[in-house]
């Protein structure tokens, strides 16, 4: 009987083992031991003192991503014996049965998605129904427990049938070896519906039935063509066997949509229109975005995609210029020299550039002219001394002579305008305070011009000074100015910053 069931269950696997050309089917072979509960083991599953061999051959096919439908013929043998256990010797009841069992089972991947490449590593749930062929061997007649007679008795003669039903789930784990080998571990649990497995039920405890398991490895094959990232071509017909893709790109992936391959796109993240391999190129002149130095004008490959502009006509392109608006020379890289505040100091070497100064104090501005420039000057609007950080103290004349002989007004160039008069203010003050004391004032200009030019240039600048403290009350007798051209100049006249220096007037207070 046994061999009978075992053929008709061979002959049912058969058509499973010959369809698994198709390409979505797998099949192998697990091994491992097999263990039951019952009658005869005192502790739970699993019992390492009464594991056995379980063997079984399965095919498999992929229903979905994360679904496959399994078959089993296995076979294998539990067994118990009581002279393992202290208590049950004068029980000593002992069983072996060979089970023979065909199982069909849904197999679900909760971590496989649609549209994804296998992973290496894919854990499984599984639950089905099985049919399993038994002959339990039970050798109860050694009990030397007369009060087990009759239930030894209603054993023996009360076996269930041979062939019975039986419930199996579980978990297991695979691991893709390569295309076509499949590695895994897999623990396997059998609910059953009988207490027979062991032969033995009421000599023993009638309340439950018998259950098995069995705690495996696996080896399994893949048949025929294999799909490894799951995008619906066979690996040999896939261009990325290892990474899904649509079937009008040859499997490939396109992680842009722009109809490029990530293989072939140098932009596989930016959707682009497949003029310049996949990258976007927004004014089209065939330069890609990410490397357009002006991705919205249309430019020239060798200009790193701007346009040969040169909006401020200095010799410098447009792209290359930092200012491209303002004309400036090649040494500055296009941009201008810039004074902003206009006090003979360039913006970039002013630390003051929005307001007039002087040079001595880096273009920052000493507004009462006591020698200490604002930014340090605690009384920036009350002349004072250093040693009081700026504010006034009570000094003789003579020292405040002293400071403002030291300053100078500025002019500009071929001009007798005076765009400041804080200075004049400071000595019309000083005279109205101090009568006695008289005032020299010189004019001075640069070496631009004629000589004769430049003297009458200077003495009107002289002029004006006197013309201003004059109209403001001073008395003439008490003033003279002069003309000096360029003669006696301050700082040299080789470049701009220096020649303004030289377009002055100085002052020289007296008694």
């Given at each position: 009987?046994?061999?009978?069931?075992?053929?008709?269950l061979?002959?049912?696997?058969?058509?499973?083992?010959?369809?698994?050309?198709s390409?979505?089917?797998?099949?192998?072979l697990?091994?491992?031991?097999?263990?039951?509960?019952g009658?005869?083991?005192?502790?739970t599953f699993?019992?390492?003192?009464?594991?056995?061999?379980?063997?079984?051959?399965?095919?498999?096919?992929q229903i979905?991503?994360?679904l496959?439908f399994q078959?089993?013929?296995?076979t294998?043998?539990?067994?118990g014996?009581?002279?393992?256990y202290e208590?049950?010797?004068l029980?000593s009841?002992?069983?072996?049965?060979q089970?023979?069992?065909?199982q069909?089972?849904?197999?679900?991947?909760?971590?496989?998605?649609?549209?994804?490449?296998?992973?290496?590593?894919?854990?499984?749930?599984?639950?089905?129904?099985?049919l399993?062929?038994?002959?339990?061997?039970?050798?109860?007649?050694?009990?030397?427990?007369?009060?087990?007679?009759?239930?030894?008795?209603?054993?023996?003669?009360?076996?269930s049938?041979?062939?019975?039903?039986?419930?199996?789930f579980?978990?297991g784990?695979?691991?893709?070896?390569?295309?076509?080998?499949?590695?895994?571990?897999e623990?396997d649990?059998?609910?059953?519906?009988?207490?027979?497995?062991?032969?033995?039920?009421?000599?023993?405890?009638?309340?439950?039935?018998?259950?098995y398991?069995?705690?495996?490895l696996?080896?399994?094959?893949?048949?025929?063509?294999?799909?490894?990232d799951?995008?619906?071509?066979?690996d040999?017909?896939d261009?990325c066997?290892?990474?899904?893709?649509?079937?009008?790109?040859?499997g490939?992936?396109?992680?842009?949509?722009?109809?490029?391959?990530?293989?072939?796109d140098?932009?596989p993240?930016?959707?682009g229109?497949?003029?310049?391999?996949g990258c976007?190129?927004?004014?089209g002149d065939?330069?890609?975005?990410?490397?357009?130095?002006?991705?919205?004008i249309?430019g020239?490959?060798?200009?790193?995609?701007?346009?040969?502009?040169?909006?401020?006509?200095d010799?410098?392109?447009?792209?290359?210029?930092p200012?491209?608006?303002?004309f400036g020379?090649?040494?500055?890289?296009?941009?201008?020299?810039?004074?902003?505040?206009e006090?003979?100091?360039?913006?970039?070497d002013?630390?003051c550039?929005?307001k007039?100064?002087?040079?001595?104090?880096?273009?920052?501005?000493?507004t009462?002219?006591?020698?200490i420039?604002?930014?340090?000057?605690?009384?920036?609007t009350?002349?004072?001394?250093?040693?009081?950080q700026?504010?006034?103290?009570?000094?003789?004349?003579e020292?405040?002579?002293?400071?403002?002989?030291?300053q100078?007004?500025?002019?500009?160039?071929?001009s007798?305008?005076?765009?400041r008069y804080s200075l004049?203010?400071?000595?019309?003050?000083?005279?109205?305070q101090?009568?006695?004391?008289?005032?020299?004032i010189?004019?001075?200009?640069?070496k631009e011009?004629n000589?004769?030019?430049?003297?009458q240039?200077?003495?009107r600048?002289a002029?004006?000074?006197?013309?201003?403290f004059?109209?403001k009350?001073?008395?003439?007798?008490?003033?003279t100015?002069?003309?000096?051209?360029s003669?006696?100049?301050i700082?040299?006249?080789l470049?701009?910053?220096?020649?303004?220096?030289?377009?002055?007037?100085?002052?020289?207070?007296?008694?």
């Amino acid at each position: 009987m046994r061999f009978t069931v075992l053929s008709v269950l061979v002959f049912c696997l058969i058509p499973t083992m010959v369809f698994s050309q198709s390409q979505t089917w797998e099949g192998g072979l697990s091994f491992g031991g097999m263990n039951y509960t019952g009658d005869l083991v005192k502790s739970t599953f699993p019992n390492a003192k009464e594991t056995n061999t379980w063997i079984s051959v399965y095919a498999s096919r992929q229903i979905r991503e994360q679904l496959a439908f399994q078959a089993h013929l296995g076979t294998g043998t539990i067994s118990g014996d009581d002279r393992n256990y202290e208590d049950r010797k004068l029980r000593s009841f002992y069983f072996q049965t060979q089970i023979v069992e065909l199982q069909v089972r849904l197999q679900w991947y909760p971590f496989a998605r649609p549209g994804q490449a296998e992973a290496r590593f894919q854990p499984y749930g599984f639950g089905g129904i099985g049919l399993f062929y038994l002959s339990p061997d039970a050798t109860l007649n050694r009990a030397k427990l007369p009060n087990l007679r009759e239930a030894i008795e209603f054993d023996q003669n009360n076996q269930s049938s041979q062939l019975q039903p039986a419930l199996p789930f579980g978990l297991g784990l695979d691991y893709q070896l390569n295309r076509r080998i499949k590695l895994g571990l897999e623990a396997d649990l059998r609910l059953t519906t009988t207490d027979y497995l062991d032969g033995v039920s009421q000599a023993g405890n009638p309340e439950g039935n018998d259950w098995y398991g069995s705690l495996g490895l696996k080896i399994g094959y893949r048949f025929g063509k294999s799909d490894l990232d799951g995008d619906g071509i066979v690996d040999q017909q896939d261009g990325c066997p290892e990474w899904p893709g649509p079937i009008e790109l040859g499997g490939c992936p396109d992680s842009d949509g722009d109809g490029i391959t990530d293989l072939s796109d140098l932009c596989p993240n930016l959707k682009g229109d497949g003029s310049v391999s996949g990258c976007p190129d927004r004014d089209g002149d065939g330069v890609p975005d990410p490397d357009d130095r002006c991705p919205d004008i249309a430019g020239h490959f060798q200009m790193g995609g701007c346009p040969l502009n040169d909006r401020d006509k200095d010799g410098i392109p447009d792209q290359e210029d930092p200012c491209p608006l303002q004309f400036g020379p090649p040494e500055r890289q296009g941009c201008p020299l810039i004074d902003s505040d206009e006090d003979g100091l360039l913006d970039e070497d002013d630390h003051c550039p929005d307001k007039y100064g002087l040079a001595i104090f880096q273009g920052c501005p000493d507004t009462d002219g006591d020698g200490i420039q604002d930014r340090e000057d605690k009384c920036p609007t009350l002349f004072g001394l250093y040693s009081q950080q700026g504010c006034p103290l009570q000094i003789s004349a003579e020292d405040q002579a002293q400071t403002l002989n030291r300053q100078v007004l500025i002019f500009p160039t071929g001009s007798t305008s005076i765009e400041r008069y804080s200075l004049l203010d400071q000595i019309l003050a000083f005279m109205e305070q101090y009568p006695q004391y008289q005032l020299t004032i010189k004019g001075f200009t640069d070496k631009e011009g004629n000589d004769i030019d430049n003297l009458q240039l200077s003495s009107r600048r002289a002029k004006i000074c006197y013309d201003y403290f004059r109209g403001k009350g001073i008395a003439p007798d008490r003033m003279t100015f002069k003309g000096y051209g360029s003669d006696y100049p301050i700082s040299e006249n080789l470049t701009e910053r220096g020649r303004q220096q030289n377009r002055r007037v100085e002052f020289q207070l007296f008694k």
